[in-house]
């Protein structure tokens, strides 16, 4: 059963607090990404993997970092440096990253700081 | 960064009609995809369209990639209750660093009529 998991589904924390959010996908992909989504908002690009050892910054990076040491595996750590951490993470991947490249989401992580 | 406009943000439906939606940029796209979301979930992906002047059905659905290749427009028809959710456009560039990077619209919300 082929796709992407995103662990946990819930997330609390307390302010000044680092967290890492896992994504996993078993779909042989080399591109993936990340995002955040706000209220009444569009999903923003906050980092992305192109491949293996290989990750690019999107338009909303600061206070966040990533690793991809492997191709089925892409956390996203939530720094105390980010202002505003509470929102919905979504994590995709793409077969490769290019254009005419569907992205395919997880379920998501919603991160709530309190 | 780049914004697509999605229109209208929000609308009622009454089971049985037909609903219509679109996305403008001012830049041109490569791609255009569709997606859904429900409350708490990933977006799933509805129709990709790679072609000008392409128009792609899904069963009820059907978009449409426009001629300019500045905006997109999804049909449903006959709409039925679990229709409702979050609509998204997201549109594909084809050249420069972020190649293959997705531009969302803000969504339209389909919710039923009182």
């Known amino acids: 059963d082929g796709g992407i998991t995103q662990s946990p589904k819930y997330l609390f924390r307390k302010e000044g607090q680092n967290v890492t959010l896992s994504c996993e996908q078993n779909?042989?992909?080399?591109?993936m990404y990340w995002y955040r989504q706000d209220p009444g908002q569009g999903l923003r690009l906050i980092y992305y993997?192109?491949?293996?050892?290989?990750?690019q910054k999107g338009d909303i990076a600061e206070g966040y970092s990533v690793s991809r040491e492997k191709k089925e595996s892409f956390p996203l750590t939530v720094t105390s440096a980010q202002k505003n951490p509470t929102a919905f993470y979504l994590c995709?991947?793409?077969?490769?990253?290019?254009?005419?490249?569907?992205?395919?989401f997880g379920p998501g992580t919603r991160l709530t700081v309190l | 960064g780049q914004q697509l406009n999605q229109s209208p943000q929000s609308m009622f439906i009454q089971e049985g009609e037909d609903v219509s939606m679109n996305c403008t940029s001012s830049s041109i796209f490569n791609t255009w995809l569709w997606y859904k979301q429900d409350p708490g979930e990933g977006p799933v992906l509805l129709i990709a369209l790679y072609k000008a002047g392409e128009l792609t059905s899904n069963g009820r659905l059907t978009a449409q990639f426009g001629i300019t290749r500045k905006d997109s427009f999804l049909n449903i028809s006959a709409s039925i209750p679990s229709d409702v959710g979050i609509y998204f456009c997201a549109g594909q560039e084809g050249r420069g660093g972020s190649q293959g990077n997705l531009i969302f619209g803000k969504g339209t919300k389909l919710s039923v009529k009182p």
């Open positions: 779909l042989n992909h080399d591109a």
């Open positions: 995709a991947s793409s077969i490769v990253a290019g254009p005419n490249n569907e992205q395919f």
């Open positions: 993997s192109q491949i293996v050892n290989d990750f």
